[in-house]
């Protein structure tokens, strides 16, 4: 109970953080952290006791753990890297034609 108490308050961070900080850096750095608030508490769900991993033994009747939350997490994890990377290059392209990194700067510069 604790745990998802933890994780829970790791998404709002993360998600109060996209919606109060203005500089853009730091809105992906929120991102970040409530997507790994959201990985947190799917594994946090998908872990089970007593549960033996999916290899060939000789023994009968074994309650197996399911491999596709672990592949369903892993895939997450490479497309959060992947758009953390893409997010950071259109923000260095961004800082190119603008002064800062702040959002309603930005919106002012670029407002016809």
Known sequence: ???????????????????????????????????TGVIAYYVLLAARTGFVTPIVTEANDVAYAD??????????????????????????????DNPTLETNVIEENNTP
């Open 1 to 35: 109970m604790l745990l998802e108490a933890f994780v829970f308050a790791t998404i709002f961070i993360g998600f109060f953080g996209v919606i109060l900080k203005k500089n853009l850096i730091m809105k992906i750095i929120s991102m970040d952290v409530m997507s």
């Open 67 to 96: 491999p596709v939350p672990q592949a369903v997490i892993l895939t997450a994890i490479v497309i959060g890297f992947s758009i953390t990377a893409l997010m950071l290059v259109s923000a260095m392209k961004l800082a190119k």
